[in-house]
T-cell receptor, first 116, second 112 residues
Framework: DTAVSQTPKYLVTQMGNDKSIKCEQN?????MYWYKQDSKKFLKIMFS???????INETVPNRFSPKSPDKAHLNLHINSLELGDSAVYFC???????????????FGEGSWLTVV | GQNIDQPTEMTATEGAIVQINCTYQ??????LFWYQQHAGEAPTFLSY????GLEEKGRFSSFLSRSKGYSYLLLKELQMKDSASYLC?????????????FGTGTKLQVIP
């Protein structure tokens, strides 16, 4: 029944490792996002895809590479992890039919990444 | 750049009313969201305002003034479970799509 699901929920890894976070939505939405929430709880957009096409790419190190095999999935791969990458990563989705109607963003439960 | 400001923390008493303000200066504007986020959980949708005025939804109401770049979230009859962070977010036009940018959030503590 989970609308936006992401795995793993918790991830502890060493500096320099490569890791992936997977995300799937069963809402039939066209747009998916990755947000990062740091220790100060500031929620910042990283990427957005619409129907598998990249539409928003904020200033994010190129160690972060999103991949969208279809419009229901958006995975995040991170290379050469650094201490500063420790954060909560939220996957989300919305239906971009008409921007004036309020395209509510639905968030997954988050993935707590700790780099040691 | 985009600027969205909210107070960092607020404290209010159970049963009371609290108003959380948000001011924004953005290039472009579709509408304004309010989200609630309990500690350790995902943000959940509360409201979306496009037009000026007050929208009421049970104990929660949200107000928008586009000309002033100002919004507030009003919580009535506060309950302990309302202790959470409240995030103001602006939907911006972005190449035919929307880009939702969040403020820093207001952590509300409800005390007995």
């Amino acid at each position: 029944d989970t609308a936006v699901s992401q795995t793993p929920k918790y991830l502890v890894t060493q500096m320099g490792n490569d890791k992936s976070i997977k995300c799937e939505q069963n809402l039939g939405h066209d747009t998916m996002y990755w947000y990062k929430q740091d220790s100060k709880k500031f929620l910042k957009i990283m990427f957005s895809y619409n129907n598998k096409e990249l539409i928003i790419n904020e200033t994010v190190p190129n160690r972060f590479s999103p991949k969208s095999p279809d419009k229901a999935h958006l995975n995040l791969h991170i290379n050469s992890l650094e201490l500063g990458d420790s954060a909560v990563y939220f996957c989300a989705s919305s239906q971009d039919v008409n921007r004036k109607t309020g395209n509510t963003i639905y968030f997954g439960e988050g993935s707590w990444l700790t780099v040691v | 750049g985009q600027n969205i400001d909210q107070p960092t923390e607020m404290t209010a008493t159970e049963g009371a009313i609290v108003q959380i303000n948000c001011t924004y200066q953005t290039s472009g504007f579709n509408g304004l969201f309010w989200y609630q986020q309990h500690a350790g959980e995902a943000p959940t949708f509360l409201s979306y305002n496009v037009l000026d005025g007050l929208e009421e939804k049970g104990r929660f109401s949200s107000f928008l003034s586009r000309s002033k770049g100002y919004s507030y979230l009003l919580l009535k009859e506060l309950q302990m479970k309302d202790s959470a962070s409240y995030l103001c977010a602006v939907s911006l036009p972005s190449g035919g799509y929307q880009k939702v940018t969040f403020g820093t959030g207001t952590k509300l503590q409800v005390i007995p």
